[in-house]
């Protein structure tokens, strides 16, 4: 059961545009919306997590993951500094 609102103004113009593709797909404008949204903003995430490398590519991504890690001075620093919530510093 849906319980949590999602409210938005929109122009005449796409509510209309919107309205009209909900109809051809025999659907409301809510579930329309709902639908194209959750589309969406799945692909956003799968964007930021994806990434497709051919094998060669992939040997090399793997070995830049497998290598040591450099000196990084600025990392360093930014890690010694306390959060603002006040946990140790460096912790999430």
Do not use: H, Y
């Amino acid at each position: 059961m849906r319980d949590a609102a999602i409210n938005l103004r929109a122009r005449p113009e796409q509510r209309d545009l919107i309205d009209q593709a909900a109809q051809l797909l025999g659907k409301n404008r809510s579930d329309f919306m709902l639908e194209v949204a959750c589309e969406r903003a799945k692909a956003v995430l799968i964007d930021q997590v994806f990434f497709n490398l051919d094998a060669e590519r992939f040997k090399a991504f793997n070995a830049l993951l497998d290598a040591p890690v450099a000196e990084n001075p600025g990392l360093d620093r930014l890690m010694a500094l306390k959060t603002p919530w006040g946990d140790q510093p460096g912790k999430a």
